[in-house]
């Protein structure tokens, strides 16, 4: 069987590798675990959106630093998603991921006692360096402890609707605990499950065989620091205390240039590397990358501005706007389910595409929305057709970047998948919550801190200027959704031109897997 890596590009595959003993115990379970723990992981980034107003309150947090309880957690782990994939290759998969568990929960557990915004914020980072350990090992932990063929195919189709899933389920989580209980327990959730999961994993994970080789700190460290402080810059030049000529916000552009450059120096040099730049060579893997990272630049906004636009503008309570991104997870495991079982008939190109182009309408449909507008249809159809168009992208992609990897670099092709949806989030919400800023701002001076202010409960210095700040603040959102349905059609050109991956063969279950790579 021989397998297209490019235009008039085919490989015939070599000799396998030795593969691990897939007669292993409990492939149910083995999949809940991983399944729950990347639920858990990814639904972070989110459960705090719909509480963003209360906590807002209880800490004193400024508008300007709000997002980084955020930023906080999705730039760690985006940043240290490399490391952690690194450290699952060369310590053992199983290891590293119990261990990254248990230091997100700790984590969870500190976010919950928070007492002021340096607290939360700091512990929202160590939550992200557990995510960061946990979540690429979670991945990989997929192809040591499934056969290749249906069952593998099977994991990660559940494995990306739960990616995928997982921002939304954050949202109705995160609106049911902080009405019924406090913001306090979207945090505090995590530590029975973090822990039940720690005790299931030993019992019936797999574990890969620890490869040699060191740990690129330097690297790490470089890129980490590159990231935050290109995304603190485009934070900073929404503040209008200080704006994209500030001395500071030049200062970071130029230090994240600087590193970022760096980070690519050390890594083409170091022996052992924690971002081979060979993966990259594929066409189709590195056209996955891409595309991930442009969709969680669109998506984590999205679920950021709409869990304020319905709170802030359509005053829902925490639960209602919790319980209104129910049908997004409804159709982003149809989707995935979808993707799964047209994986076999359809090139990773046309599925993909498909996905990417309803969630373009989706998302141009919501830069139409105003003050005026209703649940339905203003908000359900688009949702819904994003929702679905995600679940058809993510199987494809998922299925496409990590497909004929060397088994010893299993686990930081999988972090790199992550890192580029998780870096994508950071910089898309920076962006976007610019963008949004100075189109609110240039609309009505200080609307944003007015709204917000709303929204958590702060009578508005003159009421009889709401119906302007309302205007301006949804002027703001709109402008930040046509940017991101930009993004989405960026991610559909990229998928058509550098994905070029074939169908998965129907007897995939019966043969060997073809190296991509």
């Not at 409990?26 to 107003?53: E, F, K, R, W, Y």
Request: net charge negative; with cysteine.
């Amino acid at each position: 069987m021989s397998t297209s890596t490019g235009i008039g590009d085919s490989v015939t595959p070599g000799p396998q590798p030795s593969q691990p003993d897939h007669g292993h115990r409990h492939l149910g379970i083995a999949l809940l675990v991983i399944a729950t723990a990347q639920l858990m992981i990814v639904l972070d980034g989110s459960i705090v959106n719909i509480a963003l107003p209360r906590i807002q309150e209880a800490l004193d947090f400024t508008p300007a630093n709000l997002t980084w309880v955020i930023n906080g957690y999705t730039l760690a782990f985006g940043g240290l998603l490399l490391l952690g994939g690194r450290a699952g290759d060369l310590f053992g998969r199983r290891r590293v991921f119990v261990f990254g568990i248990l230091l997100f929960t700790v984590a969870s557990l500190l976010c919950g006692l928070a007492t002021s915004e340096a607290f939360l914020i700091g512990a929202r980072v160590l939550q992200g360096v557990g995510a960061a350990v946990a979540a690429p090992t979670a991945l990989a932990l997929i192809t040591t402890t499934f056969p290749e063929g249906q069952p593998r195919n099977r994991a990660f189709a559940i494995y990306a609707a739960m990616s995928g899933a997982g921002a939304a389920v954050g949202l109705i989580a995160g609106g049911l605990l902080t009405d019924y209980l406090d913001w306090r327990w979207v945090f505090f959730v995590n530590v029975p499950i973090g822990l039940l999961l720690a005790f299931a994993a030993p019992r019936v994970l797999g574990e890969s065989e620890p490869e040699t080789g060191k740990i690129d700190y330097l690297g790490a460290l470089v890129g980490t620091v590159g990231l935050t402080s290109l995304v603190y810059g485009i934070t900073r030049a929404a503040n209008p205390e200080h704006g994209w000529d500030d001395t500071g916000t030049i200062s970071c552009f130029v230090i994240a240039v600087v590193l970022l450059v760096g980070f690519v120096l050390i890594e083409r040099r170091h022996v052992h590397p924690i971002m081979p730049l060979h993966l990259f060579a594929n066409r189709n893997r590195s056209g996955s990358y891409v595309v991930m990272l442009l969709v969680g630049a669109a998506l984590f906004s999205q679920f950021y501005f709409i869990s304020l636009f319905v709170q802030g503008i359509l005053q829902y309570s925490p639960v209602k706007a919790g319980l209104a991104f129910m049908p997004f997870t409804v159709g982003i495991v149809f989707g995935a389910g979808l993707a799964s079982q047209l994986a076999q008939r359809l090139a990773p190109r046309v599925l993909a595409g498909s996905g990417l182009a309803l969630a373009t309408v989706g998302m141009f449909m919501f830069s139409q929305l105003e003050p005026t507008s209703a649940y339905w249809p203003d908000l359900l159809v688009p949702m819904i057709f994003i929702s679905i168009g995600m679940g058809l992208v993510f199987v494809p992609m998922t299925l496409t970047a990590v497909a004929g990897v060397e088994r010893h670099e299993a686990g930081i092709a999988s972090a790199v998948l992550n890192t580029m949806q998780q870096v994508g989030g950071s910089l898309g919400l920076a962006a976007l919550a610019t963008i949004a800023a100075n189109a609110t701002n240039n609309a009505f001076q200080g609307a944003a801190e007015i709204a917000q202010g709303a929204a958590a409960g702060h009578a508005p210095p003159d009421p009889s200027v709401m119906p302007q700040v309302i205007g301006a603040v949804t002027d703001g959102y709109t402008n930040a959704f046509l940017v991101a349905a930009f993004m989405m059609i960026a991610a559909m050109v990229v998928t058509v031109v550098a994905v070029n991956a074939p169908k998965q063969s129907p007897d995939a279950e019966d043969q060997p897997a073809a190296h991509l790579g």
